[in-house]
T-cell receptor
Framework: SAVISQKPSRDICQRGTSLTIQCQVD?????MFWYRQQPGQSLTLIATANQGSEATYESGFVIDKFPISRPNLTFSTLTVSNMSPEDSSIYLC???????????FGSGTQLSVL | EDQVTQSPEALRLQEGESSSLNCSYTVSGLRGLFWYRQDPGKGPEFLFTLYSAGEEKEKERLKATLTKKESFLHITAPKPEDSATYLCAVQPILTGGGNKLTFGTGTQLKVEL
């Protein structure tokens, strides 16, 4: 299994500002994933982050709003830019085993935008 | 488009009262069906992966089963510590790698003394 640390665990932000969420894994992984979990809704994949290449975004998510960095095989960041109250959500980092049999999640970042 | 529907949305059980949670899915070729447990303020915790109809997996008081259209998570003699939200997700067969899971909205389970 993988141990995933996310920071911050929670934050309250003002409209129009940006927040960068960090994700650290205790082992090298090829792919890291960022999910969003809005209140009362299911987890939704934002993007897949591969080391050494641009992140791949899912429909409805764009790089200008959710820029992602993946500088090495154990670390990634997700930035939520120009925030609005609609961005209030839990953001989760996840990694998979090499054969994609298991997907492990970090503890999440609870974001509230005022 | 892949879809996952979980029922019931919420379930309240007495300690020792066995029950089942349902996950109905439609997917363009199933690679795997996942069950997770999520406690408040935490990320989902992996429980099971099922790959083919007829497959069953067990862990303590939990047993997951899979058919071509749905999966069940059976909880036998639950305890208060089993209280959590249980999430189901499907992974489609994709070419070129990737791990896009489609999640349901979960069943919130409360087990009372």
């Amino acid at each position: 299994s993988a141990v995933i640390s996310q920071k911050p665990s929670r934050d309250i932000c003002q409209r129009g500002t940006s927040l960068t969420i960090q994700c650290q894994v205790d082992s090298q992984v090829t792919m890291m994933f960022w999910y969003r979990q809005q209140p009362g809704q299911s987890l939704t994949l934002i993007a897949t982050a591969n080391q050494g290449s641009e992140a791949t975004y899912e429909s409805g998510f764009v790089i200008d709003k959710f820029p992602i960095s993946r500088p090495n095989l154990t670390f990634s960041t997700l930035t939520v830019s120009n925030m609005s109250p609609e961005d209030s959500s839990i953001y989760l980092c996840s990694v998979s085993t090499e054969n994609n049999e298991k997907l492990f999640f970090g503890s999440g970042t609870q974001l509230s935008v005022l | 488009e892949d879809q996952v529907t979980q029922s019931p949305e919420a379930l309240r059980l007495q300690e020792g009262e066995s029950s089942s949670l349902n996950c109905s899915y439609t997917v363009s070729g199933l690679r795997g069906l996942f069950w997770y447990r999520q406690d408040p303020g935490k990320g989902p915790e992996f429980l099971f992966t099922l790959y083919s109809a007829g497959e069953e997996k067990e862990k303590e008081r939990l047993k997951a089963t899979l058919t071509k259209k749905e999966s069940f998570l059976h909880i036998t003699a639950p305890k208060p510590e089993d209280s959590a939200t249980y999430l189901c997700a499907v992974q489609p067969i994709l070419t070129g790698g990737g791990n896009k899971l489609t999640f349901g909205t979960g069943t919130q389970l409360k087990v009372e003394l």
